[in-house]
């Protein structure tokens, strides 16, 4: 079964709370559980635990990514946090989706 880390960017900001990244991040979900995929889900707004970031992205064959402009402050959040190599256990890195 094909492993898919669904990775939410969006920003809850004014009017907006983040809903369209949320409801396009619940439509993937959903789309991909209903089609055999096995589904982990994180919100870059959200606090986070570093250990299950690093087991999220290691676990992943594919990974999805919403909204790219917070994705590089999510991303260098969590590799800033730990000297831990993300790659460390996968002979190939997960494959993005953007």
Known sequence: MTKVFIINGGQ???ES???FNKTL???TENFMVENGFEVRVTNASDDFD?????ENFTW???IVWHTKPLMN???NQRRNTSHHDLRKD???APT???
């Open 90 to 92: 996968n002979a190939m």
């Open 12 to 14: 809850v900001f004014d």
């Open 73 to 75: 402050h999510f991303l």
């Open 25 to 27: 991040t619940n439509w």
């Open 17 to 19: 709370k983040g809903l």
């Open 50 to 54: 570093t250990q299950q970031e690093i």
């Open 96 to 98: 993005p989706i953007i």
């Open 60 to 62: 992943a064959d594919v």
